[in-house]
């Protein structure tokens, strides 16, 4: 079992910065601890569908944005505090969502793309003013 917990969300002006947190633990995995595992942050706007940010693979380091947030956002982890981060610079209002924390679920590398089949968090509340 996987469990995925986001802290840092909050309200802020176009133009700003947040940084998103997530705590990550698991109990008895079914792959060694030192193995590579797809982790990632995803959002979702009201009325619509969930829509993928960013990922990492803690394997290789790789790491993958949606064009919407590249250039903006950067995704990192500690490892030793088996956290994930997500800073978020330059927001803009189209970026008001709520943003979830996620760990793929059956492939330990995200590759360049994104997938439904995660572990998610419960999900944290960005909001940006114009």
Do not use: H
Request: charge should be positive.
């Amino acid at each position: 079992q996987v469990r995925l917990v986001e802290s840092g969300g909050g309200s802020v002006q176009a133009g700003g910065s947040l940084r998103l947190s997530c705590t990550i633990s698991e109990s008895n995995p079914t792959r060694p601890t030192s193995a590579s595992r797809c982790l990632g942050w995803y959002r979702q706007i009201p009325g619509k569908g969930r829509e993928g940010v960013a990922t990492l693979s803690t394997g290789n380091g790789g790491t993958f944005y949606a064009d919407s947030v590249k250039g903006r956002f950067t995704i990192s982890r500690d490892t030793n505090k088996k956290t994930l981060y997500l800073q978020m610079n330059g927001l803009k209002p189209e970026d008001t969502a709520m943003y979830f924390c996620t760990q793929r679920r059956n492939w330990p590398y995200c590759g360049e793309g994104f997938s439904p089949d995660n572990y998610w968090g419960q999900g944290v509340q960005v909001t940006v003013s114009s």
